[in-house]
């Protein structure tokens, strides 16, 4: 595989020792160098990881999915990466789709490139929990509307953390969503920021809808409210630079 850039391959990891020996020789196997943060885990993560030819950064403690993101993108630009593929640890994300993600950057046309469990079907396809698929369609749903204009094509998968990003694009943006909350702030964000989004197909697996999302959001009423809390609030703190997609949507309406 030629590589075209300077790209980090980055996994947030926590309590993940059920899944690291088997994902990561498979991310390795793409000849890419490898972030793992491990956040706060409490079982052998940080031990297993250490065993393989990968960086690894370990938080004293879990301090949150959103928070690793801002840690990883702020890793990869100080260690100057064009960009950064980010995936979890669970087996939910292919590594053999990181291919496709390297012949995406490659054509150095997009800032944002995010995997999308919706955009096609793929053999062996898993049904998403109902909570989940439910939460994802009405977010994405909202933020197609609230943010009409401002990628290419609306998005079909709002949550995927399978994604490069092109790490120059990223020194704008700020970031205070710790949690899975993050992805509504980053899309405002982006779209304030006028990033150029696509999407590619990935898989889309769930191999354990048990998994806590902590803090109280296993609720998915709160944790539908704590995402559209984080949405609004990054709409109106943004209203200013998102004008312009107003602007545009009103021009071509």
Not at 68 to 92: L, P, Y
Not at 111 to 122: A, C, W
Not at 206 to 225: E, K, N, T, W
Request: with cysteine.
């Amino acid at each position: 595989m030629r590589i075209a850039r300077s790209i980090l391959v980055a996994i947030p990891a926590h309590n993940e020792e059920k899944y690291i020996d088997r994902v990561l020789p498979r991310v390795l196997e793409h000849g890419l160098p490898v972030l793992v943060i491990d956040d706060g885990s409490t079982d052998s993560t940080a031990a297993r990881t250490a065993a393989w030819l990968v960086e690894l950064v370990r938080n004293p403690r879990n301090v949150g999915y959103g928070r690793v993101m801002q840690d990883i993108f702020a890793w990869s630009r100080m260690r100057e990466f064009d960009w950064v593929i980010t995936m979890d640890c669970d087996e939910q994300h292919e590594p053999a789709f990181i291919p496709a993600f390297v012949e995406a950057i490659a054509r150095d046309d997009q800032d944002v490139i995010s995997g999308s469990r919706y955009l096609t079907r793929h053999a062996g396809d898993h049904e998403a929990p109902a909570d989940r698929s439910e939460i994802n369609r009405e977010l994405t749903a909202e933020i197609n509307r609230q943010l009409g204009g401002a990628f290419a094509v609306p998005l079909t998968d709002s949550f995927c953390g399978f994604k490069a990003y092109r790490t120059a694009a990223l020194a704008a943006m700020r970031f205070d969503a710790d949690g899975y909350d993050f992805p509504m702030q980053f899309w405002v964000q982006a779209a304030a920021n006028r990033l150029r989004v696509s999407e590619i197909a990935v898989p889309r697996i769930y191999l354990d809808a048990s998994r806590s999302f902590g803090s109280g959001l296993d609720d998915p009423v709160r944790r539908l409210q704590t995402y559209k809390n984080t949405l609004e609030r990054e709409l109106v703190r943004c209203a200013g630079r998102l004008v312009h997609l107003r602007r545009s949507s009103s021009a071509t309406a």
